[in-house]
Each structure stands twice: as structure tokens, then as C-alpha cells.
């Protein structure tokens, strides 16, 4: 178990959500999802949102860190395209910025950034959080990070968990994908020793503790 999820009240999905639908009240809330890479956040989310649909229609929506990523243009430039996907890989400030306009509860639509893996690519635009929206789901690896600049990003949030993995499984989800995108073992070996064994350790070790924690194993 991570730090992040030690102590944080045990959940599943139905009960996240309906937890979260009892204490809603008319101001927009946003919920940070964290988990290392390979926890199933994606997937999670979607339940998550789906459940929540079945008692609050349209009230749901999910923004991704990923959409986030430095273009591989700007890694490149930096030095840093090997660790793509690392903590310093992503503009945090725009996620910042982000997450106050949709704290804001304006009234307005807000377009979103989604990362598009098929092309390695963050698209702006490509996805809208509409003014009904009252929960907003925001997932990613380091939403509950304890270091600058990630830590800056916990005020934003009202709701915090944490899909709790075991390391082991995490690194067989992570070896089992990359070999779904035809990577050979020598390649697989560097980037699973150079770069997400890193950010998975990064994750466990180096999270505060969430609201709640989720089995996701």
C-alpha cells in the first residue's frame, strides 16, 4: 500500500459515488484521482463518471493531466524526451491555471486539453467541461505529488483519492502494454528501468495521504 492510500478511507466505485453524490451541493467541486503509472486511472475515472451518471445525469466530466504533457518537440529541446512522463515533464502551471477556471464556476464552457496516445500528442481543444458540470474528475499520476511545483496544485482540490496498486502488478500492466505496442525487450528493459520503474517509485514514495483510497489491483 502507498503512502497516499495508508490511513485513507477504503472505498469501491459505487460507494465513491455515491458519497460523493450525497454531500454535492450547488457549487462546482473537483476530484483528484492520483495513482502510479499503470494503475488503471483512466479506466477507473470512466466507471467513476458512469456511476455518477446513473444519479446525476450530464453532472460528471473528466479532465486528464496527461492532456498536459509537454509536446516531445519541447523534450527534445530540453533533454528530457527519455523521461517523458516524469513529474517534470508536464506544464503543472497550466494545470493550475486550469483548475481555477474551473473552480471559478463562471458559468462557462471550458475547452480541455486530452492526450491523444495514438499520436503521442496533447490536442488543445478537444474536449469541453460544460457550465452544468458540478463534479469535475481530474486524474493523473501526480496530483497529490509532495513536492513543488505539483504541491501547489492541492488547494484545487475538494476530494482526494488514490487507486492503490501493488508495485508488482503495476509493472506487469506496464510491461503487458508496451509489449501491446510491439516494443522488444531491449527497449522494453530501458524504458521500464529508465523511466517508469522511476515514476511508479516516485508516486508510492512521495504522495500525501488521500481522502480515500481505492483498490484497483
Not at 154 to 181: H, K, N, Q
Request: proline content about 3%; glycine content about 8%; hydrophobic content about 45%.
Amino acid at each position: 500500500m502507498s503512502g497516499a492510500a495508508t490511513a485513507a478511507r477504503r472505498v469501491d466505485c459505487a460507494e465513491l459515488a455515491g458519497h460523493l453524490l450525497r454531500t454535492q451541493r450547488a457549487a462546482r467541486r473537483i476530484v483528484a484521482i492520483a495513482g502510479a503509472p499503470g494503475a488503471g486511472k483512466s479506466t477507473f475515472v470512466e466507471r467513476l463518471r458512469a456511476c455518477i451518471d446513473e444519479g446525476a445525469p450530464g453532472r460528471a466530466a473528466v479532465v486528464a493531466m496527461d492532456g498536459f504533457h509537454y509536446d516531445d518537440r519541447v523534450l527534445g529541446l530540453r533533454g528530457h524526451r527519455a523521461r517523458k512522463g516524469a513529474p517534470h515533464t508536464f506544464d503543472v502551471d497550466g494545470l493550475a491555471a486550469l483548475l481555477a477556471r474551473l473552480r471559478a464556476d463562471d458559468g462557462r464552457d471550458i475547452a480541455v486539453p486530452v492526450f491523444d496516445r495514438s499520436l503521442e500528442i496533447a490536442r488543445a481543444g478537444a474536449d469541453i467541461v460544460s457550465a452544468a458540470v458540478r463534479l469535475v474528475l481530474v486524474e493523473g499520476n501526480y496530483l497529490l505529488l509532495d513536492e513543488n511545483p505539483w504541491r501547489a496544485l492541492r488547494p484545487s482540490f475538494d476530494v482526494t483519492i488514490m487507486l492503490d496498486v501493488p508495485r508488482a502488478t503495476l509493472v506487469e500492466r506496464l510491461t503487458a502494454r508496451w509489449r501491446g505496442y510491439g516494443m522488444d525487450d531491449a527497449a522494453l528493459r530501458a524504458k521500464m528501468d529508465g523511466n517508469d520503474l522511476l515514476n511508479i517509485d516516485t508516486v508510492l514514495s512521495r504522495s500525501v495521504r488521500a481522502d480515500f483510497s481505492v483498490d484497483n489491483g
